[in-house]
């Protein structure tokens, strides 16, 4: 048996009441904060490839919902804000450049100013 087979109660045999309430909530809060991290992953996932389809009414509505999983999971504490605050800004790039549409320059010719000499 690997360490991951086996039970999460199993792994850990608490001595004390407290110790054996401790290993409960550990149990549902590695449930939790699992549930967050797949969602948030899988998120992820349909923004980048909704970005590979580049279809921008899709890829608007797949950043919004990444960028709210990532929030919800920070909120938590799954991970930490920074870490969400760097992963939208990485996703909100991304879609940037795949949206980007090419724009024509304007003509932006540096007037040259008269020199006036005494």
């Known amino acids: 048996m690997t ?17 054996a ?3 409960r ?14 969602a948030m992953n899988r998120e992820i996932k349909a923004l980048v490839s909704a970005i590979a389809s580049a279809n921008p ?18 909120k938590e504490g799954v991970i930490h804000k920074n870490k ?14 795949t949206t980007k549409t090419p724009t024509k320059k304007a003509d932006t010719k540096k007037s040259k100013a008269k020199k006036i000499s005494k």
């Open 57 to 74: 009414k899709n890829i608007d509505e797949k950043l919004k919902t990444a960028q709210s999983a990532l929030d919800k999971a920070a």
């Open 25 to 38: 909530q550990n149990l549902k809060h590695h449930q939790r904060n699992l549930r967050f991290k797949r």
């Open 84 to 97: 969400a605050a760097r992963k939208k800004s990485q996703l909100a790039g991304k879609v940037k450049a």
């Open 21 to 23: 309430k401790r290993v």
């Open 3 to 19: 360490p991951d087979s086996i039970p999460y109660t199993l792994v850990f045999m608490p001595v004390t009441k407290s110790a």
